[in-house]
């Protein structure tokens, strides 16, 4: 037996245990471990390789081929496949597994031996029976072994398994053979497997994606367009891009169920009974309004319960309603001219507000059946239908007629009913109303200030007198207005008067029936001054009295600041900690010297003493109000002018609250203008003032001319260089350490909350979910309840509500990131929810292109899920200020340093990672995430410890991939240790 067959029979006596592995982005051309049958490859000369079939522990053959000419001189052994059809690839990979033996472990070996065998492959349209050439073949590589055997491995029944995978294409011809030459080796060829990438199908985001053959070329994208799901609708045109990896990258665009369906684990799915959806987009469906119902699934919209009804212009997110009930307490008041109805609204107004009432009246005869419709002979002021208020006066009425008047109530769903409507109803006979005159008015003294006048009760009526109106005005201004007092008595005295001025009066009754008519003018006048002596008796006391209260009023002022000196201690050491802040603040000290202290607007009883205190009111004659620019939360935003008496005029933004406000919306509209009022700094929106006595209510900024850095940034895409960009970033966090020296946290720090203005000068504002920091530096705010923004908030944020100058430091981070991408979305289309999942998953904000390393690893520093990791905003201004003094700080860009990656022995800095994620996909290796994270490697530290036997062990085969992530594992440790020695100070 020679010894290549020794060789042969050691083999299958030790026989091989393959890992059959599955990769949804691979489809396989050829795995010789998974064919049933034999192969029937080719081998020149006949006696060169063997053909060898086993079959493994779980029973499934091994189909190996195997060749030991060692013993002889100038080999040229060659195995050839079947022809292999290529299907859609353009670039095929041949994995192959395979032993080798050691030539200096052969005794009685030569020179001949070799370790190392050649790889070669034929493109052809179809299989043919044409005699083997060899030079017909295209040599793809050299394979050498990672790993080879030994005689003592052999007694140890260990075979160490090699596995090289390498690259062909383009491929142009339908199909291909396979061929290996031997030139004296000692080989055992395991398995085979020949496969092609594909990024497979996909769901993202309510759309599907086929399967996708990448291109050939590594740098060239496969732009791939999606289709929604099934009762989905296109929002943007839904896409994604295949690498040439077979991973989809870049989504952009998205599906959103249509109306009646909601998205449910990445499908859209029916609106269950009971709910509804009246549009399309990416909400749940919602509950049924009041007094609706929807009976099946998928309803876009639900039906009104018996008796109510939706109006035409209604939403269908408007509850039901009905008609309202009638009128209540309808009453009259009737004189000699006019009849007046008034009568209060109704009891149940079916739940809308669009409540008008109409008139009808009808004129009756003595029989019952002599009635008929009178509106076109009287008059009704302000008119008999539409009406918006519970009163209408009727004029031209005939005297000793009876009037019966119905008064019905109608909103927007009164003409739907069929039901017939309920009024509320009046008679009124005119005989009531007739002169009850009183006798003459007559003057009984008079005084400077005042009347007194007297009258005689009407002889003859009929109806009880109910009280008399006095009318007076002054006689000189009769046709500007008058004046009216009641009394029950037939004598009043009138006061308030003007000295020696003449005054006209005249008096009516009040019955149950109504009002009469005025008796006849009088005309009265007050006495002089001088006429009365009385009245300088009056003032000399007046003046008396003053004196001496003035007098005691210096004796009580006096001795309670001596007590209040002596006992103010007292009061302080009682306050609490808010009150001594804001004591402090309102006597012009702070527990630091220099720095002054926030005060929460909250802490007091009475918001608007804030507001008094912070702020400064300005004339509202002053502000002239230009244009609208916007629409903020409680109202219209316009630009302006503002005109200060000895001063230039300047340009402002004014807020405005909208009308219809309640009390709440006013407080928590002008909280915002006391935060604002207590900050001076150059990169903090600056407070004019406040307009609050007069409407509309106001607050007046100064004026940013390029509005939001994010719309700004946008709209001006390229046009900065990295030294603009830098400063921009300089002045927000110049701001934002400003802010956390005063002990405050701004909460929604966001590129949209930063305003421009004409000098590139970056300012922070809007204030809105704003809250003071307790003197703890490790306190944070926490709130119950409120809007969050995901993607500027940190995690504890998010998770705990948990906010702190350490979270608005999370904030500058993705600031920063939408700077340097010219203001794109963070986190681009994803849902808040998977923004929330692949940060706690250690997933970061890439670099946007274009940016400098240095910038990048400020930005990963301030998204540390650990916040007492994170920057201070002191040290970010010190370190932006370190790069604008060395600008060739910021020419290392992120993407040069990623081509670490595929070269890991140049001298460069390594870029510094959040998470193992992160560094994963820099070095392309994100497959093995999952393996990492099994074995127990969390961080980076423990990853740089590692060795390649490590990597291994957590399951990383292929020879290829355990070089690249041993190679960059050393880097990391490397770059790991410069950090720990010289300190990472920003």
């Known amino acids: 037996m020679s010894f290549g067959n020794r060789f042969v029979l050691v083999s299958l006596f ?18 010789t471990t998974s064919v049933l049958g034999e192969l029937g490859w080719k081998t020149y000369p006949i006696n060169g390789w063997d053909a060898i079939t086993e079959m493994d522990e779980q029973n499934r053959p091994i189909h190996t081929f195997q060749v030991c000419n060692v013993m002889e001189p100038n080999q040229n052994n060659w195995l050839r496949s079947n022809w292999i059809s290529r299907q859609a690839a353009q670039k095929i990979y041949v994995e192959l597994r395979f032993t080798l033996r050691d030539c200096n472990s052969i005794p009685w070996v030569s020179g001949t031996c070799k370790e190392t065998f050649n790889l070669f492959y034929h493109e052809t349209d179809e299989a043919h029976s044409v005699k083997f050439k060899p030079p017909q073949y295209t040599k793809i590589d050299t394979i050498a072994a990672d790993e080879s055997f030994t005689q003592m491995d052999l007694g140890d029944r260990i075979l160490k398994l090699n596995t090289e995978v390498r690259e062909v294409g383009p491929m142009t011809r339908k199909g291909f053979y396979l061929a290996f030459q031997d030139i004296g080796a000692c080989i055992a060829l395991v398995s085979v497997r020949i496969y092609y990438k594909k990024c497979p199908f996909t769901l993202r985001n309510l759309a599907s994606f086929p399967d996708t053959v990448p291109r050939v070329d590594s740098s060239s994208l496969v732009e791939v367009r999606g289709a929604c799901v099934d009762h989905a609708e296109e929002r943007d045109t839904p896409k994604l891009f295949c690498g040439a990896d077979g991973d989809w990258l870049v989504p952009l665009g998205r599906c959103v169920c249509s109306l009646a369906y909601e998205e449910i684990d990445g499908s859209c799915a029916a609106c269950r009974p009971g709910f509804y959806k009246a549009f399309a987009g990416n909400t749940k469906c919602s509950k049924c309004p009041p007094h609706s119902i929807s009976y099946g699934e998928g309803a876009a919209i639900c039906r009104c319960e018996t008796g109510f009804f939706r109006a035409e212009r209604d939403p269908p997110t408007m509850a039901c309603t009905r008609p309202p009930s009638p009128p209540r307490n309808l009453m009259f008041n009737l004189n000699d001219t006019c009849l007046m109805l008034e009568w209060s609204p109704p009891g149940d107004n079916g739940g809308r507000r669009d409540l008008t009432y109409n008139v009808q009246c009808k004129r009756c ?31 031209d009425f005939s005297a000793h007629a009876n009037y ?104 009516r009754t009040r019955t149950p029936a109504g009002y009469s008519s005025y008796t006849p003018k009088y005309e009265y006048k007050t006495t002089g001054d001088s006429s009365d002596i009385a009245s300088d008796q009056g003032q000399v006391l007046v003046i008396v009295t003053a004196a001496v209260g003035g007098f005691t009023l210096l004796v009580i002022l006096t001795l309670f600041l001596l007590i209040t000196g002596r006992c103010q201690w007292y009061f302080k050491a ?64 316009c630009s302006g002018r503002l005109r200060t008496p000895g001063k230039k005029e300047i340009a402002v933004a004014i807020k405005t609250l909208k009308g219809g406000y309640v009390e709440r919306q006013r407080r928590d509209f002008l909280r915002e203008a006391s935060i604002m009022g207590q900050f001076d700094h150059p990169n903090i929106i600056r407070l004019e003032g406040v307009v609050t006595k007069s409407r509309p209510v106001m607050i007046v900024v100064e004026y940013m001319e390029n509005g939001s850095l994010d719309s700004f940034l946008r709209q001006h895409d390229g046009h900065f260089t990295v030294i603009q960009l830098v400063g921009m970033l300089r002045g927000i966090a110049s701001g934002m350490k400003y802010l956390s020296d005063m002990g405050y946290v701004h909460r929604d720090l966001a590129a949209r909350n930063i305003l ?37 908030t940190a995690p504890e944020a ?31 289309e994803m849902s808040n929810q998977d923004v929330i999942l692949s940060i706690e998953e ?40 370190k790069l604008i003094r060395n600008p060739s700080s910021l020419l290392p860009l992120v993407e040069d340093i990623q081509s670490l990656a595929e070269s890991p022995g140049e001298d460069m800095d390594y870029p510094m990672f959040i998470s193992i994620g992160d560094w994963l996909d820099a070095i392309k290796m994100s497959q093995y995430k999952s393996n990492f994270m099994a074995a127990g490697y969390n961080t ?31 880097t990391l440790g490397l770059q790991l240790l410069h950090e720990q020695e010289k300190g990472f100070h920003v």
């Open 14 to 31: 030790l026989g091989f245990s393959l890992t059959r592995l599955s990769y949804s982005n691979q489809v396989v051309l050829l795995d």
């Open 365 to 395: 005869g003595p029989e019952p059946d002599q009635c008929h419709f009178c509106e076109e002979e009287l008059r009704f002021l302000p008119r008999p239908s539409g009406l918006t208020n519970g009163t209408v006066t009727v004029m």
């Open 404 to 507: 019966t008047f119905e008064i019905e109530s109608l909103n927007g769903v009164s003409d739907m009913s069929s039901f017939p409507r309920q009024v509320a109803i009046v008679t009124v006979s005119t005989d009531q109303a007739g002169p009850s005159l009183v006798g003459t008015l007559k003057k009984d003294w008079a005084s400077p200030n005042s009347i007194a006048l007297s009258w005689q009760q009407p002889e003859q009526t009929t109806l009880l007198i109910l009280d008399y109106e006095i009318k007076y005005y002054e006689k000189e201004h009769e046709q500007l207005s008058y004046s009216s007092t009641r009394t029950k008595a037939p004598s009043v005295i009138i006061s308030g008067l003007i000295p020696a001025t003449w005054y006209v009066f005249c008096v």
């Open 574 to 637: 009682k306050m609490s900690p808010e009150e001594k802040r804001r004591t402090d603040y309102q006597n012009g000290h702070a527990p630091f010297p220099g720095i002054k202290t926030y005060v929460d607007p909250d802490t007091y009883e009475d918001p608007t003493q804030a507001v008094h205190e912070f702020t400064k009111e300005i004339d509202p004659s002053r502000i002239r109000i230009e244009r609208v620019i916007g629409a903020g939360e409680f109202g219209e935003v």
């Open 756 to 792: 421009v203005n004409s000098n590139l000068v970056c300012k922070v504002s809007d204030f809105g979910l704003s809250r003071v920091l307790e003197d703890d530096p490790e306190a944070a705010y926490t709130t119950t309840g409120g809007k969050i923004p995901i993607r500027w």
């Open 798 to 828: 998010i998770s705990y509500r948990k906010f702190s100058s350490a979270s608005d430091a999370w904030s500058y981070g993705i600031v920063m990131w939408e700077v340097m991408s010219y203001g794109e979305r963070p986190y681009w």
């Open 842 to 881: 250690g997933y970061r904000l890439p670099a946007p292109m274009g940016c400098p390393v240095a910038l990048h690893q400020l930005m990963l520093h301030c998204w540390q899920k650990e916040r007492s990791h994170r920057p201070k905003f002191t040290d970010v201004v010190s370190f932006l200020d």
């Open 940 to 970: 980076l530290d423990s990853v740089a410890r590692m060795s390649i036997e490590d990597v291994r062990r957590i399951g990383v085969e292929l020879i290829g991939h355990q070089r690249r992530i041993s190679s960059s594992v050393q």
